[in-house]
């Protein structure tokens, strides 16, 4: 099957609605061209906050939306359900999985990122990651059916191993994850067992970096370290990750009384989560083959200035797909982080160059401005560093958790996403409960 745009008007080809894509589209919404756009999915989901459905603080729809909503008021979109398995660049098409043909005038590719286990996939079915709502609700569900088999577990060493949670790497998603547990076993399931005691899970942080948010500064990493140790998170540094398996796993660190070397030890745990590493979408490797765009270790595309592919005008990457730099006058050119900011900005780039293509104007280089970085680590407790006009403003502690709090409601699409979460986190913030505590098969994924 064929879809055929309007005659005579340019067709911008999206791959992808997440922050790039979306904005891409948002960005061209008055311009005369017709945009179709492709995504896995039928929703475009806010990452930044896909921890709190997994430890049941928000249903998945204050954190989702329909693509077809979002763009129902833009009738230059049309948005299709698919797979891209195929990249004919000579003849401009795309052939998705169900056997849909899309040719393009111009390409914006955004399909974003997914886990790396760098080299050791059968690792993913015992350490799942967080990149979709179905990892979010295959987190929660072995987060809460491990607490629901200590109740149960009769052996005390076993019972202890089932109330003992690992995740691995202390990046933003890690330490969120790691703070918000400490609080599900404290104080939200306080009470609610006979037999075990909920409190007396152990919550573990496993880095292999010498620091917790390394893309932050030491001063504000050291703050965080504290603050998750004083929620009661066991935070292990220089330590990495060797072996994973149902029952637990091998970690290799160093010596704890500072002699040389390392040495390897086993921790028995009910349930592992992955947070340590990102590769970039299986798209990557389409792109490289059809049009022979070099990719960095991630599987990122390597793209030009202007966000375009070498030889290949027609085609942008953005995102976390796209290994792209950033320079300012009188600087070395930057990596661009992956991070939501930088794939909105890349967005408007992308959909700004496709105007200029079409009317004969140079391209313009992207610009990444960095607005600083966040993470909350618990109830009260952050860390923010953001960049101004005077320099970099850097705080910690309460002021940092409301500033988080406040800018991932006003991040949220929708008016109602935005007034569910601030009802539902006011609510567990003056009673601790955690109500999307709902799973519909504790032998698989799902969730009610």
Sequence with gaps: MSTTPTPG???????????GGMEAARALRRAEVDITMVDKTNHHLF?????????????????????????????????LLGEVIYIDH?????????????????????????????????????????????????????????????????DPARRRALLTFAVIGAGPTGVEMAGTLVEIARHTLKGEFRNV??????????????????????????????????????????????????????????FSDGGAGV?????????????????????GRLVAEATGAETDRSGRVKVLPDLSLPNHPDISVIGDLAAATSQRPGQDPKPVPGVSPAAKQMGRTAARNILNRIAGRPTEAFRYRDFGNLATIGRNSAVVDLG????????????????????????????????????????AYWSFQRHARVVADV?????L
């Design 9 to 19: 008007r340019p067709h911008v080809l999206i791959v992808g609605c997440g922050f």
């Design 90 to 154: 000579e003849a401009r098409a795309l052939h998705l999985a169900d056997g849909t043909r899309l040719a393009w005038d111009h390409l914006i590719l955004a399909a974003g990122a997914t886990h790396s286990y760098f080299g050791n996939d059968a690792w993913e079915p015992v350490a799942p990651g967080l990149k979709t709502l179905a990892d979010a609700f295959e987190v929660r569900r072995r987060v809460l059916v491990s607490f629901e088999a200590a109740e149960v577990e009769t």
């Design 197 to 254: 005691d909920p409190a007396t899970a152990e919550v573990l942080l496993i880095e292999g970096g010498s620091r917790v948010l390394q893309a932050m500064p030491p001063s504000l990493s050291q703050r965080a370290l504290e603050q998750l140790q004083g929620l009661g998170v066991q935070v292990r540094l220089n330590a990495k990750v060797t072996a994973i398996d149902s029952r637990g796993l091998e970690v290799e660190s160093p």
């Design 47 to 79: 990452q930044p906050l896909l921890y709190q459905v997994a430890t049941a603080g928000l249903a998945a729809p204050s954190i989702a939306a329909p693509i077809r909503l979002l763009f129902r008021q833009q009738p230059n979109v049309t948005t």
């Design 388 to 427: 101004t006009p005077f320099g970099p403003l850097r705080f910690s502690g309460r002021l940092a958790w409301l500033f988080w709090l406040f800018a991932h409601i006003y991040f949220l699409i929708g008016f109602r996403n935005r007034f569910v979460v601030l009802m539902d986190w006011a609510s």
């Design 263 to 283: 040495g390897s030890h086993r921790i028995e745990c009910g349930c592992v989560i992955w947070a340590a590493g990102v590769a970039a979408s299986p798209l």
């Design 443 to 447: 032998k698989g994924r799902g969730e």
